[in-house]
């Protein structure tokens, strides 16, 4: 019996495929392999799921052995040394056609970045906010009416008894919530309670608690 190749599989099955295999991979290496990889690398369900690196730009990642140093490089060689995080960010999240459920965001990012992710991934199921150079009290507030779908939520430092009733407002279905490094007194934990109901796991490690 003559084995299949790579390349003869079925569309549908080779999307699933590819769509697992992660953001450098499928960006830098699955479009270059043959015409109907590269047919199936474009296509929006591969980009349903997009883990950026923390770094996108080699000059920001400090670790000489960071897992991230290979991809800036060669993101840096295939495209342009000046990429900027809000460009590449933007470039990715158009591939996926407004399909994208999850999201892992990159450090660094601008607000300009975060408005278009919310304009462009209506169906957002899980997102995961990087460091930015802002107050985040500032930024999710704006957007957040925008992900209705939201289910599972991680940022950094923030003021729960600001946030939380935004979130709580337009996000109905949030069940995950990881918030480190916050201060929680009897304020913050009554806004939680109040403001998330459907609330199942809450990650606060590292956080300060009044006494």
Request: proline share 5%.
């Given at each position: 019996?003559?084995?299949?190749?790579w390349?003869?599989?079925?569309?549908?099955i080779?999307?699933n495929?590819?769509?697992?295999?992660g953001?450098?991979?499928?960006?830098?290496?699955?479009?270059?392999?043959?015409k109907?990889?590269?047919?199936?690398?474009?296509?929006?369900?591969c980009?349903?799921?997009?883990?950026?690196?923390?770094y996108i730009?080699?000059?920001?990642?400090m670790?000489?052995?960071?897992?991230d140093?290979?991809?800036?490089?060669?993101?840096?060689?295939?495209?342009?040394?000046?990429?900027?995080v809000?460009a590449?960010?933007?470039?990715?999240?158009?591939?996926?056609?407004?399909r994208?459920?999850i999201?892992?965001?990159p450090?660094?990012?601008?607000?300009?970045?975060?408005e278009?992710v919310?304009?462009?991934c209506?169906?957002?199921?899980?997102?995961?906010?990087?460091?930015?150079?802002?107050?985040?009290?500032?930024?999710?507030?704006?957007f957040?009416?925008?992900?209705?779908s939201?289910?599972?939520?991680?940022?950094g430092?923030?003021h729960?008894?600001e946030?939380?009733?935004?979130?709580?407002l337009h996000?109905?279905?949030?069940?995950?919530?990881?918030a480190?490094?916050?201060?929680i007194g009897k304020?913050?934990?009554?806004?939680?309670?109040?403001s998330?109901?459907?609330?199942?796991?809450?990650d606060?490690?590292k956080?300060?608690?009044?006494?």
């Amino acid at each position: 019996m003559e084995e299949r190749k790579w390349e003869e599989l079925n569309m549908d099955i080779l999307v699933n495929v590819l769509g697992r295999v992660g953001m450098e991979s499928l960006l830098l290496d699955v479009p270059y392999v043959c015409k109907s990889w590269y047919k199936a690398s474009r296509e929006p369900q591969c980009w349903e799921n997009l883990i950026f690196p923390t770094y996108i730009k080699s000059d920001d990642i400090m670790e000489e052995d960071s897992p991230d140093r290979a991809f800036a490089e060669r993101l840096a060689v295939n495209y342009q040394e000046n990429l900027s995080v809000t460009a590449f960010l933007k470039f990715i999240v158009n591939r996926s056609c407004g399909r994208t459920t999850i999201i892992k965001l990159p450090n660094y990012c601008t607000e300009e970045a975060l408005e278009y992710v919310a304009n462009e991934c209506p169906r957002l199921k899980v997102l995961h906010v990087g460091d930015f150079n802002m107050s985040i009290e500032d930024i999710i507030p704006k957007f957040i009416s925008k992900w209705k779908s939201l289910e599972m939520m991680r940022v950094g430092k923030l003021h729960m008894e600001e946030v939380l009733p935004q979130i709580g407002l337009h996000c109905n279905n949030l069940i995950w919530l990881s918030a480190p490094y916050t201060y929680i007194g009897k304020d913050e934990a009554s806004a939680i309670v109040t403001s998330l109901p459907k609330l199942k796991y809450l990650d606060i490690h590292k956080s300060i608690s009044s006494s």
